[in-house]
């Protein structure tokens, strides 16, 4: 039987008191633990080495969650992955489309469950790696904001080559795969608009304002 003190774990979470409260917990029942502050560190440290099993929180800045482990499961399939968020109490209420083998709720969940979840999970990892491989996963986006002709648009990150570019967003078809060639490669992203959530951006000019509308528009300035 294999020695769960040979397996690593990759935290990822932007709040450094979950970070850490997290490696004492799994440190403390052996595994070997790794700890990222965002989507993107978490990508970096992948290229390096890959763990057995990626723990991410689903809301952080920059790169959500959802993304982050859309593009874990395209890119790196042997790895198992287990979502976690204080925004939803089961892994039920998540809304659909999340890539994950697991689900964490943080704030409501026991530590204990979790150790559960990643000693299954170990236990499990080369059946989970086949029906990733078989999977096709889409890249789950949200919605970022519109631009400044008031165009909706999100941001994409190629599953191939890492890169991101914006995208506008000319229908609302709520959690619909769709397709796009990269920008920089010739990856063909397939993608999820998420529309339940927008991105909290730290730019003050974020909100683009609406286009005028003819007739709406009082003709002088109060
Ligand atoms: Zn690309």
Redesign the pocket.
């Known amino acids: 039987m294999a020695n769960p003190s040979k397996h690593k774990i990759l935290v990822v979470d932007d709040d450094e008191a979950v970070r850490d409260s997290l490696k004492l917990v799994l440190r403390s029942s052996g595994y070997e633990v790794g700890l990222a502050m965002n989507g993107f560190d978490a990508l970096l440290q992948l290229k390096r080495s890959l763990p057995a099993i990626v723990i991410s929180d689903l809301n952080m800045p920059q790169m959500s969650g959802f993304e982050f482990l859309s593009v874990v499961r395209r890119r790196f399939p042997e790895i198992s992955v287990i979502a976690m968020s204080g925004a939803y109490e089961s892994g039920d209420d998540v809304p659909g489309g999340v890539i994950a083998d697991a689900f964490y709720a943080k704030g409501h969940g026991d530590p204990q469950m979790l150790l559960q979840a990643v000693a299954e999970l170990i236990r499990t990892s080369s059946a989970h790696a086949a029906d990733h491989e078989r999977e096709s996963a889409p890249v789950w986006i949200p919605r970022n904001g519109k631009d400044s002709h008031g165009i909706p648009y999100v941001v994409l990150t190629?599953?191939?080559?890492?890169?991101s570019f914006p995208l506008s967003v000319m229908t609302e078809d709520l959690q619909k795969i769709q397709e796009t060639p990269?920008?920089?490669?010739?990856?063909t992203?397939r993608y999820i608009i998420d529309f339940s959530l927008s991105v909290a951006s730290p730019r003050p000019d974020a909100d683009a304002p609406a286009p005028a509308t003819p007739g709406t528009r009082k003709a002088t300035a109060s």
């Open positions: 190629c599953t191939d080559c890492l890169r990269c920008l920089f490669c010739s990856s992203v």
